[in-house]
């Protein structure tokens, strides 16, 4: 069955502070993998898109890699701000047209000062 | 452009009432979806809609129809609401249903669902 697990489930650190999420997935085949933020009482908003050749991508203070081998992900957040507070979503596609994305629970990130 | 957006934004209903949530989007995309999002589980698809005038069933169709009789507009009905259907619906847009790296969706503000 085509799973997204992440970890920690939750995660408090303080403001200024460096952290990273985990994201281990079965999908097969699979074409890319995404990281969402989602900020509370928000929709969903894409941070990087990683087709299963690219090994890291970043988007400012935000960098994701991915193992294709292991079938694992890490998205890496440097000098946190208050702003980062926010469910952080793994997202799978499998390589089949029209397949339904697969989401993974989230992890919530609080950032306190 | 305002992107996806959702109406409403907050509804209470009770058990076996009836209503339609409202998606729109102005980025001239094909694709559009409905999901809900429950607490401690991931965004399930509800339904979607490839282009204008087709749709199809996703993960959690039951209780469920929905109707893209324009290309900008897709809309979601629950003819007979029950309690399991409380839920958060976030409808999303994409230039196509396949899930290449560039066909990325978009997500609107999400409307809070509350059946009694």
């Known amino acids: 069955k085509n799973q997204v697990e992440q970890s920690p489930q939750s995660l408090i650190i303080l403001e200024g502070k460096n952290c990273t999420l985990q994201?281990?997935?079965?999908?097969?085949?699979?074409?890319?993998l995404r990281w969402y933020k989602q900020d509370t009482g928000r929709g969903p908003v894409s941070l990087t898109i990683m087709t299963f050749s690219e090994n890291t991508k970043s988007n400012g203070r935000y960098t994701a890699t991915l193992d294709a081998d292991t079938k694992q992900s890490s998205l890496h957040i440097t000098a946190s701000q208050l702003s980062d507070s926010a469910s952080y979503i793994c997202?799978?596609?499998?390589?089949?047209?029209?397949?339904?994305?697969?989401f993974g629970k989230g992890t919530t990130l609080s950032v306190s000062s | 452009n305002a992107g996806v957006t959702q109406t409403p934004k907050f509804q209470v209903l009770k058990t076996g009432q009836s209503m339609t949530l409202q998606c729109a989007q102005d980025m001239n995309h094909n694709s559009m979806y409905w999901y809900r999002q429950d607490p401690g589980m991931g965004l399930r698809l509800i339904y979607y809609?490839?282009?204008?005038?087709?749709?199809d069933k996703g993960e959690v169709p039951d209780g469920y129809n929905v109707s893209r009789l324009k290309k900008q507009n897709f809309l979601l009905g629950l003819e007979s609401a029950a309690p399991s259907q409380t839920s958060v619906y976030f409808c999303a847009s994409s230039s196509s249903i396949a899930g290449g790296t560039g066909n990325e969706q978009f997500f609107g503000p999400g409307t809070r669902l509350t059946v009694l």
């Open positions: 809609s490839a282009s204008e005038g087709t749709t």
């Open positions: 997202v799978v596609s499998p390589n089949q047209a029209g397949t339904a994305l697969i």
């Open positions: 994201c281990n997935y079965t999908v097969s085949p699979f074409s890319n």
